[in-house]
């Protein structure tokens, strides 16, 4: 099931984020938001006139990077390390839980 992210003013969810949406979300520039693009990080999903959006999908993963760098004085490309590491835990803490469905398990 893909994740979803709650517009906070509006309440209802939103499958794409304009890049004014991001900066607002996770406290970033603009500049650190084309930094991120140029890493590999953030891929623009559609572009509507001209204008950027990203998939709300991967923005959890960014929005708690940027509380890391946030907390801990981190550069951009720590918060681009930082998302794939949490990218990656999702990914196998989804792959434990199927395992651990297919074996008859119960999650711990």
Excluded at 4 to 19: A, E, G, T
Excluded at 31 to 41: Q, S, V
Excluded at 46 to 67: G, T
Excluded at 79 to 89: C, F, T
């Amino acid at each position: 099931m893909p994740i979803q992210v709650f517009d906070v003013k509006l309440q209802k969810p939103v499958d794409y984020l304009s890049i004014e949406e991001v900066v607002a979300l996770c406290e970033l520039s603009e500049e650190d938001i084309a930094e991120l693009m140029d890493y590999g990080a953030l891929n623009s999903d559609v572009v509507v006139d001209e204008e950027i959006f990203f998939a709300a999908q991967r923005m959890q993963f960014l929005k708690d990077a940027c509380q890391h760098r946030r907390d801990y004085d981190l550069d951009v490309f720590a918060v681009v390390l930082l998302m794939g590491y949490l990218q990656e835990i999702a990914d196998l803490k989804q792959q434990v839980a199927d395992l651990q469905a297919l074996l008859g398990q119960t999650a711990p």
